[in-house]
């Protein structure tokens, strides 16, 4: 055995791999015993062009042919393919030749390794398919992640919520480039330089609500994000890039800032509005005032929170203010009334207080709003008009009455002088007549002015006894009598329910209502028509509607209010005689039994009137 050979197979001995030479052409001709061990088979089998028998055969093709290659081009030759161990299973291997060039400058020998690298290639393919998996995770985590690598922070990674968040189109405009290119509008707002620091520091970043500005160009969007950057490490523990992880909180961000904002508008405006107000929970907690209401109390939230604004109340009225709020709060309705309340300086004004209920979309009260509004003024003025009103109509009634005498006089006067002077013909007779229509013009007047007066004044004087029951079939049938001859005259029809109700009211007073109601039902009827009144009661078990129906004239639906006003009326004198008190007089008599009177008018077609009178018992 040559010396070179000897030395070849003591290498071979000391290196775990196989060791193998082949002739220039690419005949194996050696291979070394642990090679032969390795593979189980006898170098007869191996040897020549046989060695490809050991070859997995669908790598054969490709082992043949980077061999050729390499024999032809005398190059050193590196692959790697699959060889059937001696216990029948295939393991990877990579195979290595290189080419002995003689003095001749040609190939003299082949000198070639194998090494087993399976265990090395199941790690690889197992790493691979770690990292496939942790990949499809990332991917599919709800938020948007991106790996970067290096010092210069070269998109590695990023799953297609960070795509997204970033306003790019695909993930490609962003892999392999540093951050700096791939997000440039991230310079300016310091994002490059804060991975810049974790990098640097080796230390995890995170924020919450950073706004920041994503998007190239126009596409600009601002954008709320919650995230965390951490530096990644290498496995000897040194940084070697940066992973980041974001979430787009924008729409919750952007929801709470308008809910802010406009929380913030409505207390500028619970402020600026010139009423105490305040805000209770849904259980009358109250929580908040405005200025105003510590302004006017002297008091501080402290000292008033929840229910100890009941110390600020009227003692003999805050029992019935109780009882109220209760009721609203038990309902969820609104609260409404008037009562005082102590100011700093101890002394009582008088507030309208409106509380409104705050819903939520299922109808459920999640908070009161209270406004208690000073009418202090505004009830002083009041009640000065209503003395003043008193005393008008207190005026009204005695001159009324006391007008009656010496109007009285006139006619008698007149009647006289006329007899006296032999009821002349002429100017005298004319004039005469004058003064007759007058004096009965104002004996009319006087006289429905005294009735309206009586009504106030009676109402007056009778205040404190209980309204006691009226009969409204006596009541009509009065009316009836008294212008029996009138319907009878015009030929009216009156249709009437045949049994009533029992009201509260006086019947004679009630018998008035019909009266005026019946006599104008008649006196508006259409020229040529015969009026028909259809009088109809009903009762609902609280009240008892009446309406009084009618076939002539009606007015317009826009006066249907005015018409119960004080010398209010729609048609001139010399078409048809009044005053204009007879539905004031109504109005006055219906509204002091606790009832409402209002009517309905077409023109040309009709009217009806209807009163609502409380039910007796
Ligand atoms: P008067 O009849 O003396 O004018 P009222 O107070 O009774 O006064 O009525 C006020 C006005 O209402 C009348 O002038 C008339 O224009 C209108 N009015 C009242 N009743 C009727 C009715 N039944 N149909 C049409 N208009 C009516």
Redesign the pocket.
Known sequence: MKESERHLRVLAASIPQMLWTATPEGQLNYLSDQGLRYLGIGEELLYGEKWLNAVHPDDRESAIRSWTHAIATSTPYETSYRLRRFDGTWRWHLVRGVPVVGDDAKVSQWYGTCTDIEDQKQAETLMQQDRQRWQELLQRAPAAIAIFHGPAHIFEWVNSDFVRMVGRSDAAKLLGKPAREGLPELVAQGYIDLLDRVFAAGQPHAEQEAPVLLGEGGDAHEAYVNFVCMPTRDTQGRVDGNFVHATDVSDLVKARKQVEESERQFRTLAETIPHLAWMAHADGFIFWYNQRWYDYTGTTLESVKGRNWETLHDPDVLPRVLDQWKLSLASGKPFDMIFPLKGANGEFRTFLTRVEPVKDNGGRVVRWFGTNTDVTEQKRTEEELRRANRDLEEFTYVASHDLQEPLRMVSIYTQLMMKTLGEPEGNLGKYAAVVRQNVARMETLIH?LLKFSRTVHDDRSSSSEPLSTADLAAALAEATTVLKSRIEEVGAVIRAPSSWPVVRGDTDQLAHVFQ??VS??L??SRPGTKPEIHICAHSDGVQCTISVE?N????EQQ?AES??GLF????RRDA???????????KRIVERAGGKIW?E?RPDQ??T?YLSLPLAG
């Open positions: 429905d005026n109601l104008n039902a006196k508006y009618d002539g004239i009606g007015f006066h018409i119960f209010k009326r729609l048609h048809y005689a009044g005053t204009g008190l007879g539905l004031a007089i109504c009517a008018g009709g009217s009137f």
